[in-house]
């Protein structure tokens, strides 16, 4: 249950409130009518909470699980505990989402520090700003001059908001956090600490020094953007550093100048990207990836996680490792690794040459390569 001091339910549903929700099959009248007080993982719901099931992982925590009802794939539906009621779905996890979001819809965007709405006393304007209505300015953020923000947006305490920075409707800036040279549609959300427009790491190097070269592109940020706390999106160099619509990004990533990143895509922390890269829709770069400057990632490729890429990835791909190839690849030389290590380990030595085949043994040095 979530801690009411934070997370105050705005909607109580009951279980043929929440099987409509999420198109599951129709209740019985007398479980439809059942109250659902929350929602909860399933080793920690309490028995009028709802949970759901998508990791087999704990397939075991379930058999043990007091809650009211678990949201379950068809294939799981079985392993539902006698008493607890079984809401068959296509997605278990994205339907919990729905119904968590329903309950709880301020979690879905970020809030005022202050809890109110309107412009704080304690915030600075500029006098040439343009706000529509409904906008909220908490305490200490900084609106520059020419600035526009749509209606619903939120600003959070301290942030600040650049020159002729541009902001849509119903987006969320976190606090602390920074926006120049940038224009950013709705439902954006920033979370506390982004920076996006600063200088991208540019200098014609030499030796004589090292010349800055001037940043003179803009951020583009498009609709139902998330990126997470302490990011940084650096402004162009000579064109726009580009985030596309519905993109969801983590804490602590780095995208460098010229950055074209297509709708959709997923970026798990401390990925860094260096300048001029372009990820194409759907692609997905699991943690702690880095990308070599001036590739191409095509459509719908993934990306494990620490890998480095220092090649152009094909669309849909399966890359991983260091330097990043296809996953198979990937997987053959780690168990051959493995294998010769394992080798070394039992006194199997012979140089670098190959193990025999069925000889369990090393080769003779110049009797074979790798």
Known sequence: ???????????????????????AAPLSA?????????????????????????????????????????????????RVPGGMIALVVKDPYRSFARVAGHMFPAALRLSSTCGTQGVSPGSHVDATARLEGGVTIDPGAVIGPDA????????????????????????????????THALIGNRVI?????????DGFGFAM????????????????QDDVEIGANSTIDRGANRD??????TKIDNLVQIAHNVVIGRHCVIAGQVGISGSVTLEDFVVLAGHVGVVGHLRIGAGAQIAGASNIKDNVPAGARWGGTPAK???????????????????????RGGLGVVGEGEGRAREPGAGKV
């Open 326 to 348: 296809p996953i198979r690849d990937w997987f053959r030389e780690m168990q051959v690794v493995a294998l010769l290590a394992k080798r070394w380990k039992h006194g199997e």
């Open 30 to 78: 007398e479980i439809g009518r059942k109250p659902v007080r929350g929602v909860a993982a399933v080793d920690r719901a309490k028995a009028d909470e709802l949970t759901f099931l998508e990791n087999p992982h704990y397939l075991e925590a379930l058999t043990r699980s007091r809650a009211l009802a678990c949201l379950v794939a068809e294939k799981n539906a079985a």
């Open 190 to 198: 920033l979370h506390a600490g982004v920076r996006v427009g600063q």
């Open 148 to 179: 526009e923000i749509g209606s619903g947006t939120l600003i959070g305490a301290n942030a600040v908001i650049g020159p002729s920075v541009r902001i849509g409707r119903e987006s969320s800036i976190g606090p602390g956090a920074s926006v």
């Open 241 to 246: 550093t580009m985030i596309g619509e519905g």
């Open 1 to 23: 249950m979530p801690d009411p001091v934070f997370f105050e339910p705005a909607a109580h549903l009951n279980l043929a409130e929440v099987a409509a929700l999420v198109s």
């Open 206 to 221: 030499g030796p004589q020094g090292h010349a800055k070269v001037p940043q003179i592109g803009r951020v583009i940020i």
